[in-house]
Every structure is written in C-alpha cells, then in structure tokens.
C-alpha cells in the first residue's frame, strides 16, 4: 500500500520544505540528504499527493542515457513510418511537474549537465541526430541521496532553491516503524481527508503568495546572513526571500515575520554555509583547527576580491544599518540550527555508515554509455541502435538507389555514415588522493612543495583526465580540502589558505582518503592513489576525531589503527606512495613502515620539490 | 531553386533562427516563427554590476574581430542571464532574403557561383532584409549532426533530393554562438569548433554530397571553473577573458532581488521599464560601430602595449593583436576617436589574463600581474 504524505510522522523539515516547493515551484526543488531506510524517498514520493491532480511525476533512473534525458529519435516509429519521430525525454516529460532523482549524488556528472542547463532555461533544446526541437522542461527537482556515496555537485545544488539540513533529526529509521504501526490501524477515509485538507491548505497559500510583501530590512538581513554564512553566488538571494514569502503564505499572513526568515535560512542559507558567522564569542568557542583562520574569510575568493575592497566596507556599513534587532535575530537562528561544527556534518554521517560496509565488493565499472556519435567502425564498438536509428531512415531512398541494385532486397543498408561508436564517460584516468601532513612536526616549506606537486599535477589533469583530491591532517582529524576535482583554480585557494601545526591524526587521514577512494568507485573511477606526504608519525587516534572526550590511545592502539586501515586500502587494490620529508637525524623510520604497511612505495626526498613529487606519482 | 534556397526557406520557416530575434524589437520582422517562444529575457540593462561581462560582450559586438569572449566565475552571478540577455540590444545586419547563412549578397553570390552548373547571379536581382545579429545557443549535448548539418532526410524522401540541412554553425555565421557550461563541452565537439573556428569554414560531406559555407562566428563561452579546466587551445580562441565573482555589496544585492522578483511578476511591465535603456545602449553601439573605422592609435601606444606583452612573457602575437582591437572597439564604445592608454588600461586584463604562463607556484592573481607591468610600462612611458 502506498504511504500517503500525511502518514510519515517525523521529517518536519523535509515537510516543510517540500510544502514551501509546492507552494512557490520556483523554489526550484528540494534536496534531502538522509541515511539509507530513512525513508526519504518514501517522503519524495509522496509528494505528488500534495500537489494538483494530475502533475507529473517522474522519476530519473540513475542509468539514463543522453538521448533518453533530452529526447530524440524514436526508432520504432521512425522505421514504421520513415519519417523521423521525435520521442520526448524525461527532462520534458517532467515538465509543469516534478524530476525526481534518487541517489541525486551518484548520478552521473554529463546527466547533472543536462538537468542544470534544462533548470536554468526551463526548456531542453535537442539539437541532435537531426533535429532541432525545443521542448518546455519546466519542472521542481527533488532529490534524494545518502551523504556517504558522496556530494552532489555544486552547480546542480545552486539551481535548487532548498536543501534540507543533514542533521540527526534526518535519521528516520525509528520512526519509520512508528508509522509502520500506525499504518496497520489507520482509516483510508481519514488519509483521503487529511490529504484533500492539505491540499487545500496548499492551494490557499498559492492565492495568498502574490499578496505577501517583505520589507527592505527584511530583504538587506537575509542578504548580510548570507554574506557571513559565505554562501557563494547571488542567486541564492532570491531563493531566500522565495522562501520566506512562501513561508508567509502558507500561514495565510501578507507579510513575512521572523519565523519566515528563521525557515527561509535554516533551508536556504545554513546548508550551503561555507563558514561560521563572525561573532566574537563564537569564534573563541571553536577548536582551533577546525575554525577556517579568519584570513580564510571570503570562500568566495580572496584574491579576486582585493581590486574593490570598498564593497567589503560598503557591506560592513550595510551591516551597521540593519536593524539590530533582525540582525540578532538571525545569528540566533544560525546559533540554534548550525551543529556545533559545520566541518563535521559530513563526517558524522559517514561515521554512521561504517560497519558493514567496509567488506563490500567493489564497482569495477569501466566507465559507462553515455552518448553514441559518429565514427569509424573499427575505432570503438559499434553503438547498433544508434547506427540503426541513423540508417532507417534511408532504407527506402537506398534501395532505390542504382548502385544497390545488386542487393539482396531484403537486407538493410547501412553505409558508412551511419556508423556510430558508443562514447564511455572517461574515466580512465586515475584519481590521486593526496594527504598531506601539516601538523606542527612538518615545517612549513613541507607544505610548499605539497602545494606545488599538487597544482602541478593539476595543471596536466585534462590530459590524462586524471583528478586530484586533497586532504590535510593536523590537530584532531584530517579533513577533505579538496574532492576529486580537475579544477587548478580551486585546488590552488584550498591549498593557499592551508594552516599548519597541531597533532598528527593519521589513521583520520587514512580513512578519510580510503572513503574518498571507495566514494569514486561508485562513479566509476578503478586507478586510484594515495600520495602521502608525511613522516609518519601518527599521535591521534581514529577515536579522538570523532569524539573529544575519548581516552587517548596507546601507541600500540594507534599503531593498531593505522595497520587495519593500511589494509583495508591495500586489499581495495589502492596503490600508494609515502614522501617521507623528515630530515634524515630526526628520522625514526616511521614512514618506511607505514610505506610497508600500506604495500606502497617509499621515497626518502628530504628536500623534495614540486616535479619530483609528481615524478614519483606518475611514475607508476 | 538550387538545393540550398530549398533548404533554407524551409528551415527559415520552422525554426530557431528566428527564435532569439523574435523578442527584439524587430523593425520587420520576418515570418513569425512557427516554434514556441521562449520567455523572455532578462533586459540587459537591468543587470546589476559585473561590468567586466558586459563591456566585454560590447566590445565584441562593436568589433567581431575581437575573438569573441569567455566568461568564467561563481555559481549564480547572472552570467547565462547576461549572455541571453545580449540579443536585445544588437545591432541589425543585411542578409540575403532568406538566406540561412546570413550571408551579405556579395557573399552569397560568391558562394553561389562556386557551385557546380549555378548561373551566375546579379546582386542587383537580390532581396535583403535586416535582421537582428544572431544569437545561437549550442546546447551540451549537442551532435555532431546538428552543429554541422547534415542531410535533409524528409526532402530527400519526398523529393528524392538530398538537400543540405544547415546546423547550428550555419545560423551562427555573422553572429553569436554561445556555449554555457564550455569547460564541459564534449572533446569531439570542441575539435569541430576549433577547426571552423580557425577557417571561418564549416565543411560537410556526407551520403555524398559536399557542403562548404561560411561560418565566422564570434565565440562565447562561460562556466565555472570549479567544474574543470578549459582545453588550452580552445581557451587560446577566445579573445577575451571576463571573470565574473559573487557581488558582496548588500545594497546591489537588494537591487538584484527587487530587479528579479519585479520581472517575474509581470515581464512585460519590467521590459517596458527598461526599453528606453535598451534602446539608448543598441544605439550606442550601433553609433561606435559606425565610429570604429575613424579610430586612430598612435606609434607610442601601440609600442607600450608591445612592451607590456613582453614583459608579461606572453607567446605569439594574439595578445597584442586582440588588445588592440580591443582598444579601439573600447574608444569608439567611449565615443572617442584616438586610443590612448587610459583605454588599454581598462582592457589590458581581460584581453590577457588567460595568455599568461600558469606557474603553478605563482600567488599573484594573473589581474595584479597585468596590472603590476603595466604601471611599470607607463611609469616609463611618463619618464621618457
């Protein structure tokens, strides 16, 4: 039996959310980041009870191909009829209506192309296999995905106007049973009437939208909250007035109050926070090696920002005009909705998700069909349907043709033209996890070389279409700077505002790249490799990094540690090279041992520069 | 009727070429386009700040020869929205009634007699029409097909004769060809461009027939650069490099929001609003457009630029020649007929910063380094 959207008790806020989407869909959609058996795609799925009779509803399979995502030639009925028939993708076939998309982060990168260029022009042009078609594709996206199988990429986040925050209270799976129960005792007729009310409720605050106002404060607080969340971009702004104005309908109010602002940050704003508001006392309370260093301030770019520092002071000014009372309204908002660490947010869930899954077989895929195009027989494998859908047309013509005449009648002609290879999404190349130590015991040149192999390697990645991660470790727990990426640009700000000192948490470092490692897999990447720039010392324990209070380890607990996550890596066939930079006197042969452990390589390179570096990765 | 008038009045009835014009202010306009409209755009005057964008989009559209612009930056700072925007207020061209390439009648005399058994033609005889410059949108997943063109299946069904159905590089020709998202563009699709892009030539030669038409176009391109690299000769096509980056000033941002939300209620209302701008910026280009064959640079300046090229350690000669193009396209936007270097200062970072070596220690934003030699050429060209 379906689960109505009245039914699931808890996911308040997921609720909520999708009750603003249906309110306003230029909200663009919702995005729900939640553990498995949560339930959240029950929850998506139920969404269509909320909305007008007869909206479509489609759901993306992961798998889809180009010409099924933006349509194309419909090859039964173009042989039928012989004359091209245009089939209509799922991208159009949602229009007016929802995409939704399970497991959003594990679709694939040409795919998340295609529904942000549709989202932002609200049609799809197909321009291919000969026609030249422009289908509306208006549509609200909502997605689903489990922060463990990795992130969903930014510029798709941008476009989809509310992400509900991971949060504990998006772990379901209790109450999941709850409604399991109530589900057995419960009425049909009470379910249709509490939907049918709901959907009323939803169809008032739609004629009450045009008539909410919002104030230019209002408008000014949400912008500065923005601005001290380091939320990047401009579109993000209109989302969030959206949001509050749609928060205002729903109550049936024509102008937006306090709680609409609180709703319209807690969905809009705090989950694309790149750091902490600047407030004095909250900064003092954050660990020192998780607070981003104040001259860390603009995610949005330093350097760029330097030609016009006057629109930092114009927006410090701003500030002061503000209204003090909503401006203290929203850092008491942020305060009360941001966890205590926003670093932490991904990690807590992948803590979660650790036990059982560590066996798993991997995904060995050889990168996958995405698009056939045209191309010489012996070049690729022969894509059939593409090369059939290309040739019937022509049947006829061909038969008519004099050349053809000493063929069989019977059998199709397919020339050369028609030839079409399948195109894999590349992912050929290997993907290089580099960790590097910046804890206090590694000097600071150390860095610089890390920072120059790094942008080095970078700057080839589109030839060899390899990518780069980054992870530093020091103090409590190592942390991703940087996920596989092939964007120099982005990996060079990461790297220049990389603090050091602190302790050496290794083994967090270790299963920090092994998650990273097995996160690529999924999206198809096999050659993986971690470069470790260390000197091996590890001093913080795996459980430390998690939990402040946890007693400190033994060194043989450590060293434990570091051993199992050693071949947890080495068994998943990852291949590693250690960069030991310790000077040779203070050495204590810590890095050859981890080398060992790990199966890799060791080099001895005290003085290592940027090209030796990556000499000894690539020389693999 | 050769195969090519065929092809073209049939295509010119039914689809895109039109499809961008439609919402401008067309003087006569042509057949009204059978193809659904898209919304409108947002008016190009109503965008708040990045100045850099627009000037570069000007420029480009006061002198082609530029080589067209790359726009990269931040998620959501407007920079499709620009480029979409950008059809409203260009100028108007001559084309050949009809014509699917755009082509001017000397141009399509010239392409015609080329062809095998064509009667020569009397440019007297043609009919032209003005129509607005072009603005075509090559979406990512785009084929091969579709961008070059290929044959006309249903004419040649019908009729028997294989006719040649232009692409997308066919309606760009004389004008736009814009690409969102370019860093991820497929490897073979940039291949294509870079070749036609190099030639000004689109060739075609398929169930054997062989096409050859024009197809100079000016290129742009925008992404995010934290989506992937650029290929480094497509990135060395493009004349200019804007850079784009999330506005930080509250009161533009509140601009933004109202400007936005004002639209989304009621368009037409908002293009009304703006049309007086639109009109007045069509115009400004249109008047430096005229004025751009009058401007001058002189030795001095051109010899500075030279320096600041050098001293950048910049290969070939693509960036002198873009920054002065760029300058004079700059001077006559300013209604001025000398180039001076007040001009070249305000363009010298767009026209460069992507011909720089990347050292991949190197801090200094490539902006800053421009600006640095700069000062450092005209400190000296003040002292001698």
Redesign the interface.
Known sequence: MKIAFTDIVGMDLAKQALMLLAVDPALGGVVIPSAVGSGKSTLARAFADILPEGTPFVELPLNVTEDRLIGGVDLEATLASGVRVVQHGVLSKANGGVLYVDSLSLLDSSAVSHIMDAMSRGEVLVEREGLSEVHPANFMLVGTYDPTDGEVRMGLLDRIGIIVPFTAQNDFRARKKIVDVVLGKRDLEDTRDELKMLAGFINAAKEQLPQVSITKEQVQALIQTALSLGVEGNRVDIFTVRAALASAALQQRSDVDEEDMKLAIKLVLIPRATRMPEREEAAEDMGPEEAPPPEEEPETGEEEQQPDNSTDADAEEEKEETPDMIEELMMEAIETELPDNIMNISLASKKKSTSGSRGEALNNRRGRFVRAQPGEMRSGKVALIPTLISAAPWQETRKKDKKMAGRPKTALIISKDDVKIKRFRDKSGTLFIFMVDASGSMALNRMRQAKGAVASLLQNAYVHRDQVALISFRGKQAQVLLPPSQSVDRAKRELDVLPTGGGTPLASALYLGWETAKQARTKGVSQIMFVLITDGRGNIGLQSSFDPNAEKPSKEDLEKEVEALSLSVQSDGIASVVIDTQMNYLSRGEAPKLAQKLGGRYLYLPNAKAEQIVDAALSF | MTQTETAAKKTAAR??VA?KAAAAPAPKKAAAPA??K??LAFPFTAIVGQEEMKLSLILNIIDPRIGGVLVMG?????K?TTVRALAEVLPFIDRVEDDIYNRTPSQFVEGEDARKGAKAIDPATLKTEKIPVPVV???????????CG?ID??Q??TS?VKAF?P??LAQANRGFLYI??VN?L?D?LVDVLLDVAASGKNVVE??GISIRHPARFVLVGSG??????L?PQLLDRFGLHA?I???????K??D???R??EF??DPDAFMKKYSREQVKLQKKIQTAKELLPEVTMSDEVLTDIARLCMNLGIDGHRGELTITRTAHAHAAFMGQKVVTMKHVREIAGLCLRHRLR?D??E?L?A??KIERELAKVLGEAEAV
Not at chain 2, 74 to 78: A, I, K, L, Q
Not at chain 2, 224 to 229: I, R
């Open positions: 689809k895109t499809k193809k659904k898209s919304g931040h998620r959501g700072t407007g499709s949108d090559l979406p990512l997943g785009a084929t091969e097909d579709r961008v290929t299946i249903e040649a069904l028997g159905e692409g997308l969102d998202e991820l497929d073979h398929r169930e995010n650069p934290e989506e992937g690299e290929r850079r980056i999330t506005i930080l000033d509250v009161a941002r509140v933004i929001v109202k936005r939300r989304d209620e990347k991949p220690l801090t934003d902006g800053e």
